[in-house]
């Protein structure tokens, strides 16, 4: 019997037999093209919320954020640590969702090593001394994601390639894939941090 979702066969079938590295190199490629992700938590009551952020890393597997605590993000994150993090590349059409843990951290060594003056932006300075919306602000922590699994779209061909597939599979009755859908395990994402931790 022919799979009910020939679309996701193909394209996952395209991605086999490629290393964790390669899968590991793929992905840091579509990385490097985006600056911003939506970051998802959910609520105590269920409901998902999604913001627009810029990981302040992307360096490691573990993808690093600073953020205002006084929001309710934390809330939510220390009521349900489960988190999405995804990407999108809309020139090519590539993206990435990370499924993980995040963990809040207020290391000032951390934020330190994380911080931009640019960030400093989106708190401002209270005025009163404490809240002076820098990295010794006692508003500002890190979230740390860390990954149970990656998944992502790896486009293979231009925008116009992929149209052109795409028209040629409406028109045949065929399955359009113009990229692969590769993804990056618990178990290989905890062999290259534990390697880069070495």
């Not at 019997?1 to 899968?23: F, H, I, N, R, V």
């Not at 951290?105 to 209270?126: C, H, M, Q, Y």
């Not at 599979?169 to 390697?195: C, F, H, M």
């Given at each position: 019997?022919?799979?009910?979702?020939p679309?996701?066969?193909?394209?996952?079938?395209?991605?086999?037999?490629?290393?964790?590295?390669?899968?590991?190199?793929?992905?840091?490629?579509?990385?490097?093209?985006?600056?911003?992700?939506?970051?998802?938590?959910r609520?105590?009551?269920?409901?998902?919320?999604?913001?627009?952020?810029?990981?302040?890393?992307?360096?490691?597997?573990?993808?690093?954020?600073?953020?205002?605590?006084?929001?309710?993000?934390?809330?939510?994150?220390?009521?349900?640590?489960?988190?999405?993090?995804?990407?999108?590349?809309?020139?090519?059409?590539?993206?990435?969702?990370?499924?993980?843990?995040?963990?809040?951290?207020?290391?000032?060594?951390?934020?330190?090593?994380?911080?931009?003056?640019?960030?400093?932006?989106?708190?401002?300075?209270?005025?009163?001394?404490?809240?002076?919306?820098?990295?010794?602000?006692?508003?500002?922590?890190?979230?740390?994601?860390?990954?149970?699994?990656?998944?992502?779209?790896?486009?293979?061909?231009?925008?116009?390639?992929?149209?052109?597939?795409?028209?040629?599979?409406?028109i045949?009755?065929?399955?359009?894939?113009?990229?692969?859908?590769?993804?990056?395990?618990?178990?290989?994402?905890?062999?290259?941090?534990?390697?880069?931790?070495?």
């Amino acid at each position: 019997m022919a799979s009910l979702d020939p679309y996701t066969q193909k394209a996952e079938k395209k991605a086999e037999g490629l290393t964790p590295q390669q899968k590991i190199d793929g992905l840091k490629k579509i990385l490097k093209t985006t600056r911003y992700c939506m970051f998802t938590t959910r609520s105590p009551t269920g409901e998902l919320h999604a913001r627009c952020m810029a990981p302040a890393s992307t360096e490691s597997l573990w993808f690093s954020f600073i953020a205002n605590n006084a929001t309710f993000k934390f809330d939510e994150i220390e009521a349900d640590s489960n988190v999405n993090v995804s990407f999108l590349d809309p020139s090519s059409t590539s993206w990435v969702s990370v499924t993980g843990k995040a963990r809040i951290t207020n290391d000032r060594e951390f934020i330190k090593k994380l911080w931009s003056p640019l960030v400093a932006a989106w708190f401002g300075d209270l005025g009163d001394g404490v809240h002076k919306g820098d990295e010794n602000d006692p508003r500002v922590s890190a979230i740390q994601v860390v990954p149970d699994e990656i998944r992502y779209w790896y486009a293979q061909r231009s925008s116009v390639g992929q149209m052109a597939e795409i028209a040629t599979s409406a028109i045949t009755g065929g399955t359009a894939a113009p990229g692969e859908l590769r993804t990056i395990t618990k178990a290989e994402i905890q062999l290259v941090e534990g390697l880069n931790t070495v």
